[in-house]
């Protein structure tokens, strides 16, 4: 089975790939999970998954002459299977964003749950093709006009492509924020269903100084718990991978941008 | 309301609101702006208000016909079309008295999302407040009164509809648009349909 969730917000600093890694951390625990960074211009996951010098990255598998094999940019990491993404310019111009759709149907094939921690921007092909790619999104606002309105943003280009949302988290939630109201009217805008109220924390920023995700380095917190009860309301479905191979191939140009 | 009289930088007419909250935000100005919407003036009415800028971000908004102040004062003066700007220098002391008239404050980006509608402009004034205005923008009622105007959300969403299909043509990704995205506002709960 496989289910390919893009982790999307449309918006930058709510806390993406902070969400990304730790649904799949929580995931982990019942399902073989494959984390891939796809924010291919401006890619971070590295740094909060200890991959800082990893020698071998998605950048390698989407530009045509590095020859290099999926595998090996695959890294196994806090029960998970990590696939970072370099943070070369000159890798990110170089890379073809059209082979991204081969690179997930392969990892697509060997996994229950795939994650793309997707970029936070709409103007580009390599920018929306993780959402192209998924089955479903799981959006990341912060209880704020602009993150809902970016958010809705990335849900009608997910939607346009026939991508339904799964959820949505609320992240960085200030202890004055009570989002129960604001999730309630939201509701009626978002597909899915809200998935937590994450709490804005300080051990989120230790977590990426220390290069762990936050369940790994503070498994205790609140903020912790509540990415483990968003992890749990995510229905994941069961998918043929070989569906999800074949929905990729027919899918997506391979062409420059 | 009383604010000390300032020194006439400029005045002119222009189609957007943001393309002054932009230039005031830019060049930092401590003042105040008087809009005055000309499409009233040609039926013969008088619109006018007034937002106070600390640094180029909006500290106060009045409705001066209406004499209504905050977030509803500015609503009396968000009309679309063509503005009169007319954009004065004041002394930051001299403004600091009229500021503290608390139900007159507006959140920093408030300005911008209401007589502009750009929200992009909103964050960036709002990024470019004190840390402790910053907090105003993420004031409660504003979100809520966002998602309770079901119309501009749908034109948000339309308009995202469209772009994301006319981005969709010029990168090849055509085939891959899904046939069946109606233009209904609503999403229905529940199991969804792929």
């Not at chain 1, 370099?86 to 996994?111: H, I, K, N, Q, Y």
């Not at chain 2, 503005?83 to 004041?90: C, G, I, K, P, S």
């Not at chain 2, 470019?128 to 205005?133: D, I």
Request: include cysteine; aromatic fraction near 4%.
């Amino acid at each position: 089975m496989v289910e390919a969730f893009a982790v999307a917000s449309g918006k930058g600093g709510t806390g993406k790939t902070t969400s990304t890694l730790a649904l799949g951390m929580a995931l982990a625990e019942d399902y073989d999970v494959t984390v891939i960074d796809a924010d291919t211009g401006m890619a971070n996951l590295l740094f909060h998954a200890g991959l800082d010098d990893a020698d071998v990255t998605l950048h390698d598998l989407l530009i045509d002459e590095r020859d290099a094999a999926v595998s090996d940019a695959v890294y196994e990491r806090f029960g998970m299977s990590v696939v970072p993404c370099g943070t070369s310019l000159a890798a990110f111009e170089a890379a073809d964003p059209g082979r991204l759709r081969d690179v997930v149907a392969e990892l697509a094939a060997d996994t229950d749950v795939l994650l793309l921690d997707s970029p936070a921007a709409l103007g580009s092909k390599s920018a929306v093709l993780p959402v192209v790619l998924a089955d479903r999104i799981v959006v990341v606002l912060q209880p704020t006009v602009p993150s809902l309105s970016d958010g809705l943003k990335v849900q009608e280009y997910a939607h346009s492509y026939g991508t339904d949302t799964a959820g949505v988290v609320f992240n960085r939630v200030r202890p004055d924020e009570n989002v129960d109201a604001i999730a309630e009217q939201a509701g009626r805008y978002f597909g899915g269903q809200t998935l937590a109220s994450v709490p804005e924390s300080d051990a989120v920023r230790a977590a990426r100084r220390e290069g762990k995700p936050l369940l790994a380095h503070a498994p205790d917190d609140p903020a912790a718990d509540a990415f483990r009860e968003a992890a749990a309301r995510l229905d994941v479905r069961d998918g043929d991978g070989r569906d999800v191979a074949e929905r990729f191939k027919s899918a997506v140009a391979p062409e420059r941008i | 309301m009383r604010i000390p009289r300032g020194e006439l930088r400029r005045s002119r007419v222009v189609d957007d609101a943001a393309a002054v909250l932009r230039a005031v935000l830019d060049e930092e100005l401590t003042g105040y702006v008087v809009f005055e919407p000309q499409d009233a003036l040609l039926l013969g009415e008088t619109t006018r208000g007034v937002v106070t800028f600390e640094d180029g971000v909006p500290v106060l908004a009045y409705d001066t016909e209406r004499e209504v102040g905050g977030r509803d004062g500015l609503e009396g003066f968000a009309v679309t079309g063509p503005t009169r700007a007319a954009v004065h220098a004041v002394d930051a002391d001299a403004l600091a008295d009229a500021h503290e008239v608390e139900e007159f404050r507006v959140p920093p980006g408030e300005p911008a999302r209401v007589l502009a509608g750009d929200e992009r402009l909103a964050e960036r004034t709002t990024d470019a407040a004190p840390a402790a205005r910053r907090e105003e923008g993420r004031d409660r009622s504003a979100v809520e009164a966002f998602l309770a105007d079901a119309d501009a959300i749908e034109e948000i969403r339309s308009e995202a509809r469209e772009e994301a299909r006319a981005r969709a043509s010029e990168w090849g990704l055509d085939d891959v648009l899904a046939d069946d995205v109606g233009d209904s506002a609503a999403i229905e709960p529940g199991p969804d349909s792929r």
